[in-house]
């Protein structure tokens, strides 16, 4: 007992060592067996506040803002998703980087793709989806771009880090760290639904058919049948995940909770008149929301109504309502249209709010004021000798000191005194004050100083823009914190953006003012051009971020773009002609897209983000094509024309004939039609025979039983005028025929003479 108290009275330390080595030897033994999926999950919420200019971090335990980025330009209801190091803002043209560990802007990327994207958190992600354009953005440190090849109906992310899409007629998987789809399972294009997570796992909610059918491996799994009562309209709005294995599906007026294995029927609430048009799990509850009232109803899973929480009224004018955001912490967040309240539904279906306005938060070192260090108060006696200090509206530079007074032991909690003031002395509320001396019997000591932080490099500017004028514009900025060390000089750059080209002018440039400079001027830009400008501070210790403006368009009398080349067109043996070209060379501006025009009259519009068109013009008839580019000063004058072309098909059957001989056929046919292309040849097929390639109408069989056959002939054509151009196999003409029997041999000589004369008189006779 002696030795156990010992041990209990031994420092704490003792006991955080053996803590800590026992939690290493727990997370190896973890990691030892496999991580689960929620070891890569990211805690919290991040959110944009257009009106503040700054990012924050929500914390859904403790209900709330713990983190802050400042300088970020956005537009308001600008979504914000976060990977393992990086957080990332989504503007209309692309994406603003921030680290999650400095709380500082990295940089900006442009996308280009004119779509508000789908934003899904995931362990090898995040991802943007362009459901129209079907194109998927990789977040990370370099962001890669994977083309899905049509529209994109619905998109999810499962627990093994795998995101799954529905294109146009294939569900396709896009496994953590591959660049490739997998569209290895076909869909029903024309059948409505949702992909979903039930159990971590994909599977596809068929609203047409009322199934649940999983997906996994080469073939789809078994599909089951929903038990729904009533309507399931095929508009119905299906969650991204089941709860309890129930999956909630907004039907109307209706919240269905269906059961995912089809053993139960589905729970149906009947909820309020409203617009429903959101709906989420989270742990063991789900929420939808109410767009027209601003309501948020929570349920569960067993259909229990839980809480009613109301969203205030509408802010900003961002479409589309609230955005409702299931997190990778089993919470939901909901945010209003400007980032400045964000609502925090928890796993019991409990509602709460949390109000972003940028106070009492870790800040970014591109916040531009630093916040005074309030004053200390003195403590006030009383019969327990304890103070309490006013509460700073900001977390102080150093942190609160804890100082320990005499019997009874008692603690006070002093804030670091002001730069300019002394350290104010402690008293004793509950001893006399002893009457002063009538002479000092030591020199006043010299008052001490809160000591003062090494310098820094600088913080990240703020509020970057340009204004453009012709051939030039004119970037400012705020002012950077200079963090211990003052401002000289600033480091000023532009760079066309993606997209644009440049002839006989910088695609680039970089200059440096002074560090009272707010603002620089740069010429020699071409108008109609795209460019992006970027301000970094610089001090004694070194550089700060670097922080991008938003894509600029340089006013003035554009240009239109120069011709596409290349431009190719080929004939393909299924009648369609594929016309392809490669971008503008001289091209010094964004384009908005291009035309192919066929020289039968055919006309297509094609977006920027493709180069290349199929066509189906009549067969036989030659056409060449050309293709302009077009930006917002006009069309470009038609490219050199492609190659002409002539579309050709199968041919159709011949009508085949045979004419049966003495153990011989004769086969005829006629010259089909050939379906705009040139013949090659004929393949002839006769039952045991070898097949015969023929360029006439007509062969001949000889040495043939007399027996039934079946006769085939195909014809093979190719492009007219063109030997390289693949082969088509026509229709095959058939008929069947029986050659008749051939003479009987002659006797042996040792025959008798009236035997011979009956056979030669036969074979005569036939």
Known sequence: MTRLASAIRRPVAWWTIAALVLGTFIGYSALGRGAPAVAFQQAG??????????????????????????????????????????????????????GKSNLTVKNSVRIGIPEEPIGIEAQSGPYLVYRQ??????????????????????????????LWLRDSDHFCKLAPASTTLACELPAQGKDAGA????????????????????????????????????????????????????????AGQRLLLVDAAGAKPAESINLPPGRYDAVAAAGASVAVVD??????????????????????????????????????????????????????????????????????KPVSPSATKPTPTPNPTTPTPSSTPTSTPSTPTHRPILPRVQVTIGK???????????????RPKRTEP????????????????????????PPAAPGAPGAVTAKPGSGKATVTWTAARANGAAISAYKVSFRVAPGTYVVGLPASGTATVSGSSRSHSFSQLLNGGGYIFTVQAINSVGSGPAVDSKVISINGAADPPGPPTKVAAAAKPDGSVAVSWSTPNAAD????????????????????????????????????????????????????????????????????????????????????????????????????????????????????????????????????NNSSSPTATGTAGSTMATPTAGAPALPPASAPAGAVRRTARRRKDR
């Open 430 to 453: 509950t001893r006399p004050t002893p009457p002063p001396p009538t002479k000092p019997t030591k020199p006043t000591p010299k008052p001490t100083r809160k000591p003062v932080p």
């Open 133 to 162: 354009h079907g194109q998927v953005v990789r977040l990370g440190d370099q962001l890669q771009t994977i083309t899905v090849g049509s529209v994109v109906s619905s998109a999810v992310a499962t627990a093994d880090g795998a």
């Open 291 to 360: 767009t027209d009232k601003r309501v948020v109803r929570t349920f569960a899973a067993d259909g229990k109504a839980l809480h009613t929480h109301d969203l205030g009224k509408k802010k900003g004018d961002r479409k589309g309502g609230p955005r409702l955001t299931a997190g990778q912490d089993g919470r939901l967040y909901i945010d209003d249209e400007t980032g400045q309240v964000v609502t925090v539904v928890d796993g019991d279906g409990s509602v709460s709010e949390v109000d972003v306005n940028g106070d009492d």
């Open 589 to 720: 501006y964004t384009l908005s897209g291009y035309t192919v025009l066929g020289s039968d009259g055919t006309k297509l519009q094609v977006p920027t983000y493709q180069t290349t068109a199929t066509f189906n013009p009549p067969k036989g008839k030659g056409v060449s094509y050309q293709v302009t580019a077009t930006n917002s000063a006009g069309t470009s004058v038609r490219s050199a024309a492609s190659r002409t072309v002539y579309p050709y098909g199968p041919a159709v059957a011949p009508r085949v004939t045979a004419k049966p001989g003495k153990g011989s056929l004769t086969v005829n046919w006629t010259v089909p039609n050939l379906n705009g292309g040139q013949l090659v040849h004929y393949v002839v097929s006769v039952t045991g025979q070898a097949d015969r390639t023929v360029t006439t109408t007509s062969t001949r069989y000889t040495g043939l039983a007399a027996v039934g056959v079946t006769i085939t002939v195909e014809a093979i054509t190719r492009e007219r």
């Open 45 to 98: 919420h991040w959110v944009y506040n257009a009106t503040l200019g700054a990012v924050f971090r929500v914390d859904g335990g403790g209900k709330n803002v713990d983190a802050e980025v400042r300088g970020v330009q956005a537009e308001a209801g600008s979504q914000v998703v976060q990977g393992a190091t990086n957080g990332y803002v989504v503007r209309s043209d692309g994406v603003i980087v921030f």
């Open 408 to 422: 009874p032991r008692t603690t006070e909690t002093v804030l670091p005194p002001h730069p300019t003031e002394h």
């Open 195 to 250: 992909l979903l997570s039930v159990s971590g796992k994909p599977a596809f909610a068929n609203l047409s058919k009322r199934t649940l059918t999983p997906l996994s491996g080469e073939e789809a799994g078994h599909a089951v049948p929903l038990d729904v009562s009533g309507a399931l309209p095929t508009t119905s709005v299906v969650a991204q995940s089941d709860v309890n294995g129930r999956i909630p599906i907004l």
